[in-house]
């Protein structure tokens, strides 16, 4: 970290007029952006990659939540295949997005979030 600030500080001496090494003067804004990268960015697309895996994954009998906090059984999915039909008591059947679905919870299988 002490180098990290010891290249952001301006240099104090010397009668050149010559700025430096251009690398180094963008080195700091460039372990910005990778640190940036390897913080945030991927873990996130790892998280999408993840749930449309999840989303297309979906198949009769799975037990969902939505993202509302509907809690159903999928018993179909409409022709366009963008939604589920899901079962949420005896006479009651919601269709909802695929991209409304939070957790799916197999039959028989672990809990996928």
Do not use: C, W
């Not at 290249?7 to 690398?23: D, H, Q, V």
């Not at 003067?25 to 913080?39: A, R």
């Not at 790892?46 to 059984?73: F, P, R, S, W, Y």
């Amino acid at each position: 970290m002490l180098n990290f600030v010891l290249l952001m500080a301006p240099s104090g001496g010397g009668g050149e007029g010559g700025s430096g090494n251009p690398i180094l003067s963008f080195l700091p804004f460039i372990l910005i952006i990778v640190i940036m990268y390897f913080l945030m960015i991927r873990p996130q697309t790892k998280k999408q990659k993840e749930k449309q895996k999840m989303i297309e994954a979906l198949k009769k009998g799975d037990n969902i939540v939505t993202n509302g906090g509907i809690h159903g059984k999928v018993v179909g999915f409409t022709d366009d295949d963008k939604t589920v039909i899901i079962k949420v008591d005896e006479k009651v059947k919601l269709n909802v997005d695929r991209s409304a679905v939070g957790v799916v919870n197999p039959v028989g299988g672990k809990q996928t979030t």
